[in-house]
Nanobody, 115 residues
């Protein structure tokens, strides 16, 4: 059973950057689509970015041009490079498959953007 562990979050000022990392305990090479999700306090979680095994990416409108998702199957890792961060980006960020597999939810990583 694959487990996902997210890291890289933190407190950053608006306009700053962070790189999130999601490491899988097993191979992700057979997983077609991986994604980063986020959940802000009092809000439902939503898909922020996704990437196929072939490298095709899709982004939520709110992060287009600011976030970049990538994956390294050999390292069993998915990344989310976040730039020009805004206070509205404050949330707990999770990685999972697309669509999600409930058993893969990890602890997430907190991103807090101060104004």
């Amino acid at each position: 059973q694959v487990q996902l562990v997210e890291s890289g979050g933190g407190l950053v000022q608006a306009g700053g950057s962070l790189r999130l990392t999601c490491v899988a305990s097993g191979s992700i090479s057979t997983i077609n689509v991986m994604g980063w999700y986020r959940q802000a306090p009092g809000k439902q979680s939503g898909l922020v970015a996704s990437i196929t095994s072939g490298g095709n990416t899709i982004y939520a409108d709110s992060v287009k041009g600011r976030f970049t998702i990538s994956r390294d199957n050999a390292k069993k890792t998915v990344y989310l490079q976040m730039t020009s961060l805004k206070p509205d980006d404050t949330a707990v960020y999770y990685c999972n498959t697309v669509p999600v597999l409930r058993q893969l939810w990890g602890q997430g990583t907190q991103v807090t953007v101060s104004s």
